[in-house]
């Protein structure tokens, strides 16, 4: 099974100030259509979980222009420029290339 | 706009079985990928199961095969996960998903209890 680490576990961050999730995969996640299945979701408390980032850095219609995806290969970053108090909430990488689908472990995003 | 509603969740003993089910509406149902992930209380997103759009291909996690299996009937616009011989490590909120490289739609899940 493809793992997929995510780091850090925990975001303490300062309202305005930038925020960085990795997400490493365990091998590379390109598929044989030449995509990358590396989608990052948000779940704020209480809350289903939300897709933001679809195909490493395609945004989701309704997500912020602060939230951004980048990466290739076996290494991914969410980056948050500026955050906000809706931000709050666990973020989770997953990969969509191999059976079974996994999940990182989550990195939950707080307010200092 | 894209729906999903589960239903069927509830309390069970170790060994029973339970009925999940997803309502759809919002979007040719028949043309979708439809997954089920789950998540243990306070846990992270796992996922359960997928099946095509026509239901000829089907996948699992290793954890639910042989007891769990999936379906739909693209006439009434439905998913299904019919799970037997549950285990209290299956006690979860189970989410219905539209696709499944990408899920891009969730439903609110329904919350499956396995306990004596």
């Known amino acids: 099974d493809v793992v997929m680490t995510q780091s850090p576990l925990s975001l303490p961050v300062t309202l305005g100030q930038p925020a960085s999730i990795s997400c490493r995969s365990s091998?590379?996640?390109?598929?044989?259509?030449?995509?990358?299945?590396l989608n990052w979701f948000q779940q704020r408390p209480g809350q289903s979980p939300r897709r933001l980032i679809y195909?490493?850095?395609n945004r989701d219609s309704g997500v912020p222009d602060r939230f951004s995806g980048s990466g290739s290969g076996t290494d991914f970053t969410l980056k948050i420029s500026r955050v906000e108090a809706e931000d709050v909430g666990v973020y989770y990488c997953?990969?969509?290339?191999?059976?079974?689908?996994?999940f990182g472990g989550g990195t939950k995003v707080e307010i200092k | 706009q894209v729906q999903l509603v589960e239903s069927g969740g509830g309390l069970v003993k170790p060994g029973g079985s339970l009925r999940l089910s997803c309502e759809t509406s919002?979007?040719?149902?028949?043309?979708?990928?439809m997954t089920w992930i789950r998540q243990a209380p306070g846990k992270g997103l796992d996922w359960v199961s997928s099946i095509s759009g026509g239901g000829s291909a089907i996948y699992y996690a290793d954890s639910v095969k042989g007891r769990f299996t999936i379906s739909r009937d693209n006439a009434k616009n439905s998913l299904y996960l019919q799970m037997n011989s549950l285990r209290a490590e299956d006690t979860a909120l189970y989410y219905c998903?539209?696709?499944?490289?990408?899920?891009?739609?969730w439903g609110q899940g329904t919350l499956v209890t396995v306990s004596s």
């Open positions: 919002g979007f040719t149902f028949s043309d979708y990928y």
């Open positions: 195909k490493v850095s």
């Open positions: 091998q590379s996640l390109v598929y044989s259509d030449g995509n990358t299945y």
């Open positions: 998903a539209r696709e499944v490289r990408s899920p891009r739609y």
């Open positions: 997953m990969q969509g290339t191999y059976w079974p689908l996994t």
